[in-house]
């Protein structure tokens, strides 16, 4: 089993504001940020996939696949 890095992801979830509102109307306050922890798959210039659960074999359970453009900070835990 390869030894995958252990990691915090802060990152903006996409939201929607659905409803008859003004067109003027500021909806950002409305953003949500969110935090995952997982060890990292994987990762490229256009997101990263990390997963909660992992087995002795290597194998992963639950995969999160988060776009680079909403994450706010990647920090290493171990």
Known sequence: MRKLPLIIVEWDDITTNSG???EREDCTHRRI???SV???VKSTRSHIV???????K???????IIPR?????IRRIE
Not at 58 to 64: I, M
Request: glycine share 14%; aromatic share 8%; charged share 35%.
């Open 58 to 64: 290597g194998e992963c359970d639950d995969r999160q």
């Open 38 to 40: 997982g060890w990292k």
């Open 20 to 22: 008859w509102k003004d």
């Open 69 to 73: 453009g909403c994450i706010r900070s």
């Open 50 to 56: 990390i997963t909660p659960m992992r087995d002795g």
């Open 33 to 35: 940020t969110c935090t």
